[in-house]
């Protein structure tokens, strides 16, 4: 009986490898059969030094996001079109609100800042303004 289980847990942990090595697998060849498609996006929202091998590199989760840019106020960066900020740029700070595109943390010592999901996104990525300080309320 007990190695009858423990077969049954081998084939299972199996078959989940095979899944995620098939998911990356399709990830990776969406992404580089639609080069020029995604070279196109890059021009046509003006995201500044990324290149296509950021591009992949966040779709492939070997990096959460590229920083692209800044203003005065803020960093802008490139991640997934999809992606779940609030534990990469934030960790340490507690989520706040939510205001459309507008997500505000708070540090330990009640100071806000904002992470904003800008109109600037395809199915590859899509472009996030993160502000460098705090925001008056």
């Known amino acids: ?3 009858k289980i423990i077969k049954t847990v081998k084939v299972v942990l199996a078959v989940f490898l095979i899944v995620a090595c098939l998911g990356e697998v399709g990830i990776y060849a969406r992404v580089m059969r639609n080069k020029d498609i995604i070279n196109e996006y890059l021009d046509e929202y003006n995201t500044g030094t990324a290149t296509f091998d950021d591009v992949k590199a966040v779709n492939l ?3 959460d996001y590229v920083k ?3 203003t005065e106020t803020s960093d802008l960066v490139l991640s997934r079109s999809y992606w779940f900020f609030g534990i990469t740029l934030m960790s340490g700070y507690k989520k706040s609100k939510r205001f459309g595109n507008i997500f505000t943390y708070r540090d330990k010592n009640n100071n806000s800042y904002s992470v904003t999901a800008t109109d ?3 199915p590859f990525f899509r472009v996030y303004s ?3 300080g705090i925001i008056k309320n």
């Open 1 to 3: 009986m007990k190695k």
């Open 61 to 63: 989760h070997l990096k």
């Open 68 to 70: 692209i840019g800044e």
């Open 120 to 122: 600037e996104w395809c």
């Open 130 to 132: 993160v502000s460098k």
